[in-house]
């Protein structure tokens, strides 16, 4: 399997997408008119969602140990398992031509597999971490999988034949997340207790470090630690790194907090905005960034079924839209063309909206 | 009232070691592991209790009873232990490790989600109403005519107020211990020296000769004295209370607080202690379960097992009986913060040490966790199997006077399969 | 009661205590005779109608009906307590702390033969009566439950205020049990529901215990296996009153407060049996109230996000009323009940709360007459223990037979007077008055007035309510302090706790030392500037034991002095350890 090479003849899978229809006017971008295009279901709560660089697939983990793959243009009907992990998957990634997907598995075990099989089986599963692996991000040149477990580390592999890299040591507590700056050069990561660290990948050196500790919390009364990233991403232009969790941790046991995201300035490796939604408590579960120089993000109530999308400018108190979900939100990706979002939910429903307003010409709304 | 003194008669001590046998460790047992505290724990025919309470309620799913790949198994996975066949949750690998010298009770249904209450029912062994706590018990029973320490010791961060002895003695209530601070105003005031305060105490001691030559309520003026009796018991003891733990065992226990109440909780069982009682704090999980879990459990396994370790090997596990439990478990259902809420319908107690078959795996759970499949067991049932491993006839009266008021709960009755 | 035995005995006995039992008196002739004892009389407030009272004077008969209810009582009862053991029993009891060393000697040295009777009166009606019934009925109460819904200090001050006023216990009540927490005035009453959080089930247990005395808890789920007296229906019955109440928060205050359906039936099944009950609210055995025809509107307000609920036809609001009927004997039998044990140290029925026929009463008709009188006083409080201190059994002395057996006979009969242990409240108010320390806050409380209105500050400082909630108030974190180390349990109860943590804390703890440390006017000081061993013993015995030493103790005293090279340490010594003894810690 070769990298970077653009794989055009990957066949089309029988997973039940239909032909790619024919181009259609498409309405532009506009958030306020944000409406469900599909919903797939699931019958186990689900963990995470990726979107594959091809846009046509979206992949979610789930609470009963699988991967599952949708068709983007499908249906239920699509819907492939990838079993092979012990436990749960937390995160996944891609090669940057979308045949390979890594995961990332609470059984100390990152799977490799080819993205578009039909009856998926792993090519590959590494024993990556002591304890459970929560991220792992492919490099912007496809040649490495970086991942963060239980034990602390960082850990590089190489792609594809996984073999272990380089090993990042510095953080005290669980890293929750780790990516690649868009450079390739840097990493970085951010743990449990806001810890975002600035790493070399060359060296393996620790450059930078700063702390987020509003994104922590120590509940006095239990004696326990609650904080880390829900989601983590670098903007296009490599300036931000975008950060979505929770804030004011005023009882970690019932997990009365709010939700946060947290803009650092890369080059100065400093924070240049903090948000939280002051009348929302719960969780920042999902960020993305949209070129149209907004920010969305996904986040689940502490009770309740009220999950939400919010559509916000960095730098704004408020959001300029949001957008009620069915549930509680685990994560959000975004289509390769911008137009369409992908929330995993704790329902098990994997829903799908279009940031535009509803086509009215047949053949575009695929909820029929 | 009758009490069976000892609970190392030969058929219990054939039966455990023929359970052992099976392991070389088992066989090596069989005669001259007799280490002096042994000999000494056997000649005076002490029995103490070491309670480990995970307070909140720890989730059975990730410690005692692991369900993985089911419909509420969570992300952790089970692993192998010393027992052969019987698994343990990923989180306790140490604790596997050690799973000969424990049981496990797995179908415990306390028929309450209330904390307050889930606790008073396995403290008291009844479903309501006054009664002593287990330490409180041990206390009036187990102990020496006179202690060295208060009969009942809890280590522990927060203060519930509970009363623990109900109509026991008041020296049977628990002696909060805030962490491993020593209990508060130990330190003699400066000024007053040991002369000084023997001065001023035999003072006071003849008014109160005078006033109890009055009569009438004996048993208040006693319990008056005992307390100062226990204070000054305490005081003797302060350097157990001061003594910095040495680096190699806060390098095994850990210099996390449930280290080193752990280590304090061992000496005092070493000095004379009846029953103590170690409070780990922060079960309660209703959001982040498994986050917390790692945490708490990581902090317990590796520290409960060294205090296991040192009791096996000083011999005194022989004549400890060492109970790990919480006031109930956690919900099967996880809810949408991946909290598991409160659950008293199924779940797990470990116990072993003094009078209990070691490596038993008692009752069960259904495919999913949710209801008790085999061998409902209640607070009343773990209550009397305690004391009768401890050699306490639970079907007796309390020696108290005005009522007969039996030890254990009349409707419950202890675990025979888990009595060595 | 024949008084004139009585008053035989009274001498000889207080010659007894006086001389075999603590030794011969000490100089001070003023205490060795001690004074008549004072013949019971009948007091009946003017206001009360006496025309359903069915006795001349409610203490002699309860004096008469104990006396009937043993057959060898005479020989088991102690006599009547010497003027020391009564004044500090009846400080103890009526204002919540032991006499100052000053008043304790004005009292010895009066001669009036009415005197205990005048101290009785003189007692409950002064602010700090009303302050020893706050401590006493938040104890009842709330338990000692930690609840902020309404802040500790107002419900505070409604108690104080309605015992003050003497405020009849059927009205007390009313308010308690009618009280939604919007009514400002009525607020402070809300705590009892709200700082229970209303649930349901803990309110419907605790009106049982602390109104009814009867503990419910086993009849919420079947009818009482051991008790058979206790139904399923009863519990049922009470909670039917507040089952369609709620707690609504106040969008604007913030504050809770109850709200009510005009709908909702309780319904229950035994586990036992699973038969299935319902019942109309109704009180125990009393009859049950169905609710009304359903008025048109069923609503006054009704419940919504922001609306709190109020019914046409309230079921709680007819709560108060079906508790406090003449036909409910549980109501008032419950509290004479609690009132005995306050001031004789055991109820009637033991515990409290467990009142059935098979524990029944030690004297059921000492606690029927109580509960009868009681009321045709219409419920007044005072005049209840007004009698229940007049009565010769109240001031028995405590010293109790000397063979065992018989010492436990003579307690059973309240033939003798009982031990009860001082509460957190009255220890720590105790030791602040024993060692004088509350001169000390006194005088702060004094200097702060002074500066802050110098104008009208001499005038106010004479007002005994001043006074009393100016020293509550400088002195409150200390007793605070004592209440959290010394109160494990809540409730009212006559059981004795003591731990090793009050021990230490009484031996090592700060504050103790800081009450002896001498002070310009604390006792330590004053015992250092009288010349002879004798002086100080006296000082010593009367400031904190409320009574002269013996012989032999002034002996003590005077080689304590002879032995200790420093006179301040030794009396630092011998005060500590007079506070910490048990004839301090109980009230005998």
């Not at chain 2, 396994?301 to 060294?306: E, G, Y």
């Not at chain 3, 108010?429 to 006194?442: K, R």
């Not at chain 3, 959290?484 to 109860?493: L, M």
Request: glycine share 8%; hydrophobic share 40%.
């Amino acid at each position: 399997m070769t990298d970077l090479a653009e794989d055009k003849s990957m066949s089309d899978p029988q997973t039940g997408n239909r032909p790619a229809p024919p181009p259609l006017p498409e309405n532009p971008i506009d958030v306020t008119q944000t409406h469900v295009v599909a919903e797939f279901k699931h019958d186990i709560p689900l963990t995470t969602c990726r979107i594959d660089p091809t846009g046509q697939f979206v992949f979610a983990g789930a609470e009963d140990f699988h991967v599952y793959r949708w068709s983007l243009s499908g249906d239920d009907s699509s819907k492939t398992i990838f079993a092979g992990h012990q436990s749960w998957v937390r995160s996944l990634d891609f090669s940057r031509d979308g045949n390979l997907v890594f995961t990332a598995g609470y059984d100390h075990q990152i799977g490799v597999w080819n993205a578009a099989d039909a009856s998926p089986k792993p090519i590959r599963m590494i024993d990556a971490h002591k304890g459970w692996v929560r991220w792992v991000r492919v490099s912007p040149d496809g040649k490495l999988l970086a991942s963060c477990g239980n034990d602390n580390l960082i850990k590089l592999w190489s792609i594809p034949d996984g073999k272990l890299q380089q090993e990042f040591v510095g953080h005290k507590r669980y890293p929750y997340a780790a990516v690649f700056h868009p450079d390739g050069k840097r990493l970085a990561s951010f743990d449990l207790m806001g810890v975002i660290k600035d790493w070399d990948i060359e060296t393996g050196k620790e450059l930078r470090s700063i702390e987020a500790k509003f994104m922590w919390g120590f509940d006095q009364k239990f004696r326990a630690d609650m904080g880390g990233a829900r989601d983590m991403r670098f903007s296009e232009d490599g300036k931000t790194l975008i950060v979505a969790g929770l804030t004011e941790v005023t009882n970690a046991f019932a997990g009365v907090h709010k939700p946060m995201l947290l803009l650092v300035d890369w080059e100065k490796f400093e924070h240049r905005h903090k948000w939280k939604d002051d009348a929302y408590k719960g969780m920042a579960w999902g960020v993305c960034e949209h070129p149209d120089g907004f920010l969305v993000a996904s986040g689940a109530p502490q009770g309740g079924n009220k999950g939400m999308l919010w559509f916000l400018k960095p730098g704004e108190e408020k959001p300029f839209h949001s957008v009620q979900l069915s549930h509680c939100a685990r994560g959000l990706d975004i289509t390769p063309d911008k137009r369409q979002l992908a929330v995993p939910q704790f329902d098990g429903k994997l829903c799908v909206y279009q940031m535009t307003a509803p086509l009215n010409i047949s053949g575009t709304a695929r909820t029929s | 009232m009758r009490r069976e003194i000892g609970c190392n008669r030969i058929d219990h001590e054939v039966s455990r070691r023929s359970f052992v046998a099976g392991s070389a460790a088992g066989a090596a047992a069989v005669g001259g592991l007799l280490t002096p505290a042994q000999a000494e724990a056997v000649k005076s025919g002490q029995k103490r209790i070491l309670q480990v309470f995970l307070q909140g309620g720890v989730s059975q799913f990730e410690s005692w009873d692991p369900k993985p790949g089911t419909k509420y198994g969570g992300p952790f996975r089970s692993i192998p232990t010393s027992v052969p066949g019987t698994h343990i949750s990923e989180l306790l690998p140490h604790t596997a490790q050690r799973m000969h010298l424990l049981s496990i009770v797995r179908s415990v249904d306390l028929k309450t989600n209330d904390h307050r209450i889930g606790r008073l029912r396995l403290e008291k062994g009844r479903t309501t109403g006054e009664f002593p706590y287990v330490g409180a018990v041990a206390s009036k029973y187990l102990a020496p005519p006179n202690p060295p320490l208060p009969g009942y010791l809890h280590i522990t961060t927060r203060g519930l107020e509970d009363n623990t002895n109900a109509f026991l003695g008041a020296q049977h209530a628990q002696l909060k211990l805030l962490g491993v601070n020593a209990p508060e105003n130990l330190a003699r005031p400066a000024g007053i020296n040991e002369e000084a305060a023997q001065r001023r105490n035999e003072f006071r001691r003849l008014a109160n000769e005078r006033f109890a030559g009055r009569g009438g309520q004996p048993a208040f003026t006693e319990a008056f004295d005992s307390s100062f009796e226990m204070a000054r018991r305490l005081m003797k003891r302060k350097s157990l209370f001061e003594q910095e733990p040495s680096a190699k065992d806060v390098e095994r226990y850990g210099s996390h607080p449930f280290g080193v109440r752990c280590i304090l909780a061992r000496e005092l069982l070493n000095n004379g202690a009846t029953c103590v009682k170690v409070t780990h704090h922060g079960y309660d999980t209703h959001a982040e379960n498994f986050n917390f879990h790692l945490e708490q459990l990581d902090e317990f396994d590796k520290t409960f097992c060294m205090l296991l370790d040192d009791l096996h090997d000083s011999g005194m596990l022989e004549s400890t009986l060492v109970l790990v439990y919480s006031e109930f478990g956690r919900t099967p259902k996880l809810n949408q913060r991946y909290g598991r809420d409160h659950w008293g319908a199924s779940f797990s107690v470990a116990l072993g040490g003094c009078g209990i078959v070691p490596g038993a795996v008692v009752g069960s759970t259904n495919a999913d966790g949710t209801e008790v499949a085999k061998r409902e067991v209640r607070g009343g049932h773990l209550f009397h199997t305690y004391f009768r491993a401890l050699g306490l006839d639970t079907s007796a009266n309390h020696d108290i006077t005005g009522r007969p008021v039996p030890i254990g709960d009349p409707a419950a009755a202890p675990i025979e399969e888990l009595l060595a | 009661m024949p008084a004139r035995r009585l008053h035989t005995i009274v001498v000889l006995t207080s010659m007894l205590i006086a001389g075999a039992r603590f030794g011969a008196p000490t100089e001070g002739a003023d205490f060795t005779v001690p004074p008549a004892p004072p013949l019971p009389t009948s007091i009946a407030p003017a206001a009360v109608d006496q025309s359903e009272s069915q006795i001349g004077s409610l203490h002699d008969e309860i004096d008469r009906l104990v006396s009937a209810a043993t057959p060898d009582f005479d020989t088991l009862a102690a006599p009547v307590s010497s003027d020391e053991e009564f004044i500090r029993r009846v400080y103890l009891d009526l204002s919540g702390t032991i006499p100052t060393s000053e008043q304790a000697r004005t009292f010895l040295k009066d001669s009036s033969p009415a005197k205990r009777e005048a101290l009785i009166d003189r007692l409950l009606s002064s602010p700090q009566h009303a302050r020893r019934m706050q401590y006493v009925f938040d104890e009842m109460l709330m338990e000692r439950r930690v609840g902020t819904d309404v802040p500790n200090a107002e419900w505070e001050t409604w108690l104080r205020d309605s015992f003050r006023d003497n405020k009849p216990w059927d009205q007390l009540v009313t308010e308690i049990l009618s009280a939604d927490g919007a009514d400002e005035k009525l607020r402070p009453a809300a705590k009892f529901y709200l700082d229970r959080k209303f649930d349901i089930d803990l309110v419907t247990r605790d009106i049982g215990r602390v109104f009814l005395g009867v503990d419910l808890e086993c009849a919420q789920c079947h009818d009482h296996p051991n008790i058979d007296d206790y139904l399923q229906r009863h519990y049922y019955g009470i909670s039917a009153f507040l089952k369609r109440s709620y707690v609504f928060t106040d969008s604007k205050s913030k504050k809770k407060m109850l709200g009510e359906k005009a709908e909702g039936d309780v319904k229950f099944t035994s586990v036992f049996t699973a038969e299935e009950g319902q019942t109309d609210p109704r009180v125990m055995n009393l009859p049950g109230i169905p609710d009304p025809e359903a008025a048109k509107e069923l609503y006054i307000a009704k419940p919504a996000g922001k609306v709190r609920g109020i019914p046409t036809y309230s079921r709680r609001m007819q709560f108060a009323k079906a508790m406090i009927t003449a036909d409910n004997v549980d109501f008032r039998t419950n509290i004479v009940n609690r009132l005995w044990a306050l001031m004789m140290g055991r109820g009637l029925v033991e515990p409290l709360d467990i009142r059935h026929s098979e524990n029944a009463p030690s004297h059921p008709e000492v606690l029927k007459l109580l509960a009868d009188e009681f009321l045709a006083h219409k419920y007044d409080v005072r005049w209840l223990i007004h009698e229940l201190a007049l009565t010769t059994t109240y001031q028995r002395s405590s010293a109790a037979p000397s063979d065992s057996d018989q010492a436990t006979k003579a307690v059973d009969a309240f033939a003798c007077g009982l031990l009860k242990p001082l509460s957190p409240e009255q220890f720590a108010w105790s030791s602040v008055v024993a060692t004088g320390f509350t001169t000390v806050t006194m005088r702060a409380q004094e200097a702060a007035l002074q500066k802050a209105e110098p104008e009208t500050a001499a005038a106010k400082q004479t007002d005994p309510l001043w006074r009393e909630e100016s020293l509550h108030k400088g002195l409150k974190s200390e007793v605070d302090l004592v209440v959290t180390r010394f109160a494990g349990q809540g409730g009212q109860k006559t059981s004795f706790e003591a731990t090793a943590d009050q021990a230490l804390f009484q031996i090592n703890g700060p504050n103790v030392e800081k009450w002896l440390k001498p002070q310009d006017g604390v006792l330590t000081d004053r015992l250092q500037k009288l010349d002879s061993p004798a002086e100080v013993a006296e000082e010593l015995y009367i400031a904190v034991l409320s009574r002269l030493p013996t012989v032999d103790e002034t002996a003590n005293v005077t080689e304590y002095l002879d032995s200790v090279s420093d006179r301040p340490t030794a009396i630092r010594e011998m005060t500590w350890a007079l506070l910490s003894c048990a004839e301090f810690r109980f009230n005998h």
